[in-house]
């Protein structure tokens, strides 16, 4: 009990941070002390009932600093009519006594741990101290301690739920932000490799051979290019500008576009796109579509990158009933193709979000092999 008391103590206060005010506010201010007297005057009865209302319309204002300083303005006015009840003798008997009330839920709602547990302590007083002096009749009691648990528990529910809802817009934050950084990877590191890989042949070849060094920055040019266009088209959706582009997400049918013939320098390896099945569009749901040619893309992008030596790259995408078959094989150096990478993590991931399975390594008989198995059951488009 004690730990659970330190860890309430030591609580931070509500998040998301409350508004400072809002223009409701100020129509509450605005209203209540017309009511108050309206009451006062409309209640003879009531003992010092002048007095209580000069109390309650000069505690309204505490009103607007209920989320800033929530203990602070509980305490003032608890305080305050707590004194003054001593004083004459009795409770205040308005109903516009209510709207304190309101202080004791913002404390729940927005205060620390330390203004919940003070706020509780001056609420507890404030019931207790006047019951020492005249003790109240018994349904008096049970009903005033009802409707302050009452605001106590919807003051501590409603925070339960925002604080809940934040926590579940940040996990969707960090989400966006590793999809981000997928897209980042695979599309725009995809054609920086491609650069890269230009570049070194350009410059092994520029002394011997000036035309292919010219053909290797005509590619370079045009990957640069694309680069650029993905990268514009990213930050367009980041700022969500109404000229983003409003491409359609590859598919796989786009795993095609992934060939690349043979060269006489033999600078690149040759690939090779095999598909069995009907790769159209609309064959497969969006989802594992974008997802089947995002893998096969980056499986690519590695075996260019990292397999010493290899000459050839085959990709074979099967397509049935059951679900797509993407093996990507490379006949480079395993070993130099095992260096781990944020690549096969995210190829991973993909397949994985889809209930599918994926995986990179050693092949048999030589080389690096990427397989992806991703179901068509249970999506749909």
Do not use: K
């Amino acid at each position: 009990m004690t730990s659970r008391i330190r860890a309430l103590w030591d609580a931070p206060a509500a998040q998301p941070p409350p508004p400072r005010r809002v223009r409701r506010d100020w129509v509450l201010v605005a209203a209540l002390p017309p009511v108050i007297v309206i009451e006062a005057a409309a209640r003879p009865e009531v003992p010092w009932r002048w007095v209580w209302a000069v109390v309650l319309v000069a505690l309204v204002p505490t009103l607007l600093w209920r989320r800033t300083r929530p203990f602070t303005m509980l305490a003032i006015a608890f305080g305050a009519g707590t004194t003054v009840g001593l004083v004459l003798g009795g409770d205040p008997q308005l109903v516009a006594t209510a709207y304190l009330l309101l202080l004791v839920y913002a404390t729940m709602r927005w205060g620390s741990g330390r203004a919940i547990l003070g706020g509780a302590a001056i609420v507890l007083a404030g019931a207790i101290v006047p019951a020492l002096v005249e003790p109240p009749r018994l349904g008096d009691a049970i009903g005033g301690v009802a409707v302050i648990a009452t605001t106590f528990t919807l003051g501590l529910a409603f925070r339960w739920r925002a604080g809940a809802r934040e926590r579940e817009l940040e996990g969707a934050r960090l989400l966006e932000r590793e999809q981000l950084a997928r897209d980042l990877h695979d599309t725009v590191a995809h054609h920086v490799s491609a650069i890269a890989i230009q570049a070194q042949a350009g410059t092994a070849v520029a002394a011997t051979d000036p035309g292919a060094a010219a053909r290797a920055l005509a590619v370079i040019e045009g990957e640069a290019s694309r680069t650029l266009d993905e990268m514009r088209s990213i930050v367009r959706v980041l700022r969500r500008a109404d000229a983003a582009e409003l491409a359609p997400a590859p598919g796989v049918a786009d795993v095609r576009r992934l060939a690349e013939p043979s060269r006489a320098d033999g600078a690149r390896p040759v690939v090779e796109v095999h598909v069995e099945g009907d790769d159209r569009s609309e064959a497969l749901p969006p989802a594992v579509g974008a997802a089947v040619f995002r893998i096969a893309q980056e499986a690519v992008t590695n075996a260019r990158r990292h397999a010493r030596g290899a000459t050839r790259i085959d990709v074979r995408l099967r397509l049935d009933a059951e679900g797509v078959r993407l093996d990507v094989r490379d006949d480079g150096e395993a070993a130099a193709s095992a260096a781990p990478g944020f690549g096969v993590t995210g190829m991973v991931e993909r397949a994985a979000l889809l209930g599918g399975t994926c995986t990179a390594g050693p092949a048999p008989g030589g080389g690096w092999l990427v397989a992806a198995v991703l179901p068509r059951a249970g999506w749909s488009s």
